[in-house]
Structure formats: C-alpha cells, structure tokens
C-alpha cells in the first residue's frame, strides 16, 4: 500500500483516501478556440509519461478534499514529496533534498 502525504492535512494516509486527477503542470491554451482539431486533441490527452520522475495532481477525497501536487518515481511508485498546488515545480535539488 502507498501511503500519500497531503500537504494541507499534513498527515500520511493509505492511497485509497486520495484520487489520482493527471498531469500537473498543463499550460492551459489562451485561446482554444485558435486551435486545429490536432492540437487540441494532443492537449487533451497527450500526457508526457515518463520513467521516472513524473509530477502529478492528486486530490485528498476522504480527507480535506483538496487538490495538490505530488512528484513520483514511475519506476518505484514511491513519492518523492508533495505540495500545495499552485506553487511552482520543485526544482531537482529540492526533489533530491526530500527524497533524503
């Protein structure tokens, strides 16, 4: 079992109390309606996928009920940190720093 650590609750729960919501870190389109089919598609559902390192939005539904950002290892499924969404990806060195 993962166990997730919400930031806002500060406390680690089993991942059965969170839900997965995707990517974080999409740059949202200023004008949608200014791109071709293709494009929106590929902003819809083309996600990076990574083996590694992947930031991702989880949200704390049994709990507070809040969204926030998590950054993973895809290889382990062991998170490296979590923090409140809105605040900037965490830069290698504070990623290093938490996985210590």
């Known amino acids: ?3 997730i650590r919400c930031p806002y609750c500060a406390v680690e729960r089993p991942e059965v109390e969170f839900a997965y919501a995707g990517e974080a870190h999409i740059a949202r389109p200023q004008d949608p309606s200014a791109l ?3 494009q929106w ?3 819809l559902f083309i996600r990076s996928n990574p083996r590694g390192t992947h930031f991702e939005r ?3 539904i049994h709990g507070c009920g809040r969204f926030f950002n998590a950054v993973r290892d895809t ?3 062991k998170f490296a940190m979590t923090y409140k969404a809105g605040l900037p990806r965490p830069s290698e060195a504070e990623i290093g ?3 210590s």
Request: no cysteine; hydrophobic share 35%.
């Open 1 to 3: 079992m993962l166990l």
């Open 36 to 38: 071709s089919d293709e």
């Open 41 to 43: 598609k590929d902003h």
């Open 58 to 60: 989880w949200r704390h």
């Open 75 to 77: 290889v382990s499924d």
């Open 97 to 99: 720093k938490a996985r």
